[in-house]
């Protein structure tokens, strides 16, 4: 009986895990692409992700029902996948922001003892993850 | 008056950081909320939430409503 009630809660956590994973993913993609979607689709997802609005209350300020609201983000949401499969932009940035990571690792490892170069270097990498 | 517990975005481009503030519901969206009460920050690994706990449950027991994600990120932590 224990076992069942930990599995669970463990899959409880996993499933809550994978709910606000999803939803930085949808921001992320809001920052990319945002300036694709309609205004309406923009604002909206703004809302709902950026202000963690729910749906009545975005209803309640743009005045458009709360159907409509709903329709709105599940149109916008859908665009936004379409244009991460067919651009990839997302992926490419979490791919490079992950080798210059693991770059900056190797870089900390080989160069232990010269903190002023590895100061230099680590300027430099900061300012190559900000410009991408 | 329904007072919520929500997300709220800061942060630069691509690089989300969120305030767990305690806000009206009816506040437009022009940044106004009563209390700051903690952070999330999805971009470190592993990611970071930091909440004043009795802040929480004062709010809470005081009637204000969390949002399903905030539910979430208090589940995880314990506080709730």
Redesign the interface.
């Given at each position: 009986m224990e076992i069942t009630v930990q599995d669970k809660k463990l899959k409880?956590?996993q499933n809550?895990?994978s709910?606000?994973?999803e939803?930085?993913k949808c921001?992320?993609l809001l920052?990319?692409y945002g300036t694709l979607l309609t205004d309406r689709q923009r604002v909206t997802l703004e809302?709902y992700?950026?202000?963690?609005?729910?749906l009545g209350?975005i209803s309640a300020?743009t005045k458009i029902t709360r159907q409509g609201v709903m329709n709105c983000i599940h149109k916008a949401e859908k665009k936004l996948i379409e244009f991460e499969t067919k651009l990839g932009l997302l992926r490419k940035?979490e791919e490079l922001i992950s080798s210059i990571d693991k770059l900056e690792g190797t870089i900390i490892q080989a160069g232990i003892g010269n903190r002023e170069k590895l100061s230099k270097i680590d300027q430099a990498l900061m300012e190559v993850k900000n410009k991408i | 008056m329904a007072v919520k517990i929500?997300?709220?975005?800061m942060g630069a481009?691509?690089a989300?950081f969120y305030r767990i503030v305690v806000a009206d519901?009816r506040f437009?969206?022009d940044g106004r909320f009563i209390e700051e009460i903690g952070y999330y920050d999805?971009t470190k690994n592993p990611v970071v939430v930091n909440v004043e706990d009795e802040k929480v449950t004062s709010w809470i027991s005081k009637g204000a409503q969390p949002?399903d994600?905030?539910k979430?990120?208090l589940?995880?932590k314990g506080v709730i």
């Open positions: 409880e956590l809550s895990a709910l606000i994973n939803r930085n921001n992320m920052d990319i809302l992700y950026g202000e963690d609005f729910s209350e300020q940035y | 929500r997300l709220r975005r481009k691509k989300p519901s437009p969206r999805p949002t994600t905030v979430r990120l589940k995880n």
